[in-house]
T-cell receptor, first 112, second 113 residues
Framework: DVKVTQSSRYLVKRTGEKVFLECVQD?????MFWYRQDPGLGLRLIYFSYDVKMKEKGDIPEGYSVSREKKERFSLILESASTNQTSMYLC???????????FGEGSRLTVL | AQSVTQLGSHVSVSEGALVLLRCNYSSSVPPYLFWYVQYPNQGLQLLLKYTSAATLVKGINGFEAEFKKSETSFHLTKPSAHMSDAAEYFCAVTEIGGNQFYFGTGTSLTVIP
């Protein structure tokens, strides 16, 4: 069964802490994405990557960075967490140009 | 850029009634279209997709959607709602040959016993 795995389902961090969210896919997909989901705002794209070491900014990249050192792994980094980054974070992957996103279970981050 | 509009952020139906969730997209070129479902505290799961084959697309759990180019719509329907259909539903679009996806803001479906 195809799978996108996010390392942490629930995290609680303090303001100013560095936060790593890890995502691994086992489908050999070229594309990987990080979305943020907030009530009433739907899914907003933070960053995506279409190849190893490649990254593109999405709609809301401020305050975030990403790393893709291996094809199967895409990490989202919050250098200095703030309370307005409290949210659900969703990782997804897709094959190049053929559509259909596969999602992980999500990581719910609370920043105090 | 593409945009997706889902009319109605909350929809309530009685168990056994018709489910209709609306989605309109903005594109001069027919894109690929998707409906995803999200159950509480879970990720999104694909319900169905349109990729320029038949305009009426059947998905999982008895859902279907019809692509209407003239109306730029891709509404989701199910003839008879079940309690287990209560969830958040998202419409999404991507350009053919593109890699970026654009999502609607979601519709929360409540099923009343």
């Amino acid at each position: 069964d195809v799978k996108v795995t996010q390392s942490s389902r629930y995290l609680v961090k303090r303001t100013g802490e560095k936060v790593f969210l890890e995502c691994v896919q086992d489908m050999d997909h070229e594309n990987m994405f990080w979305y943020r989901q907030d009530p009433g705002l739907g899914l907003r794209l933070i960053y995506f990557s279409y190849d190893v070491k490649m990254k593109e900014k999405g709609d809301i990249p401020e305050g975030y960075s990403v790393s893709r050192e291996k094809k199967e792994r895409f990490s989202l980094i919050l250098e200095s967490a703030s309370t307005n980054q409290t949210s659900m974070y969703l990782c997804a992957s897709s094959r190049q140009y053929t559509g259909e996103l596969f999602f992980g279970e999500g990581s719910r981050l609370t920043v105090l | 850029a593409q945009s997706v509009t889902q009319l109605g952020s909350h929809v309530s139906v009685s168990e056994g009634a018709l489910v209709l969730l609306r989605c309109n997209y903005s594109s001069s070129v027919p894109p690929y279209l998707f409906w995803y479902v999200q159950y509480p505290n879970q990720g999104l799961q694909l319900l169905l997709k349109y990729t320029s084959a038949a305009t009426l697309v059947k998905g999982i759990n008895g859902f279907e959607a019809e692509f209407k180019k003239s109306e730029t719509s891709f509404h989701l329907t199910k003839p008879s709602a079940h309690m287990s259909d209560a969830a958040e539903y998202f419409c999404a679009v991507t350009e053919i040959g593109g890699n970026q996806f654009y999502f609607g803001t979601g519709t929360s479906l409540t099923v009343i016993p």
